[in-house]
């Protein structure tokens, strides 16, 4: 749900954590056994892959909800693997940036105009703008299920999968200083104060 912190209902965060956090531990808590936490465990292994997203390490404007789910994964995600190395289960995270799949259509339909009197309005319209640029670049969904994959098979899996497709991008954007990209981001963005 996009939305300015300042404007969106709580109940909006709630269950975006629900989905996106809560969700997770529910099914880890459900099948961690079945992996091998359980002293009367008998076999191989398994792991543990959650799916985050690049908003896992980086907020955007008017999408503070997904981001904190998100971040809230990568935490959960760095405990879960330090405790899970009692049983010699991985935990590893994949962090897609955009993925072609209907998300995006969706994100079109959400009805923005209820912020329409909010001085937020003309970042959503930019913001849902991009949306549409990111639903044409998308990486396909079989790249995000070939990371996954590796990510349980592989004797040497990475903690943390990041597949964007711009992933130059990203990387230069996580070289610069923190206030500097809330500088750019906030000049794209019209979010500078108005003289």
Request: aromatic share 6%.
């Amino acid at each position: 749900m996009p939305g300015p912190v300042l404007e969106l209902a709580a109940d909006e965060f709630r269950r975006q954590m629900e989905v996106n956090f809560i969700g997770p531990i529910i099914a880890t808590q459900a099948f961690g056994p079945l992996l091998g936490a359980d002293p009367q465990f008998k076999g191989p292994k398994g792991r543990i892959v959650m799916i985050s997203s690049v908003a896992g390490k980086s907020g955007s404007p008017t999408g503070a909800a997904y981001s904190a789910s998100k971040h809230a994964i990568e935490g959960l995600s760095e405990s879960l693997r330090r405790e899970m190395m009692l049983f010699g289960i991985d935990v590893i995270i994949i962090a897609p940036g955009a993925v072609k799949t209907p998300i995006w259509d969706k994100g079109q339909q959400v009805d923005i105009s209820v912020y329409r009197n909010s001085p937020y309005f003309p970042a959503l319209e930019k913001i849902r703008a991009y949306t549409l640029h990111l639903s044409k670049i998308g990486l396909p969904p079989e790249k995000i299920a070939e990371a996954i994959a590796d990510a349980l098979t592989s004797p040497n899996p990475k903690v943390r999968y990041q597949l964007t497709p711009d992933p130059i991008r990203h990387l230069v954007m996580s070289w610069l200083p923190r206030r500097a990209v809330d500088r750019m981001i906030a000049k794209r963005l019209g979010l500078t104060p108005q003289p």
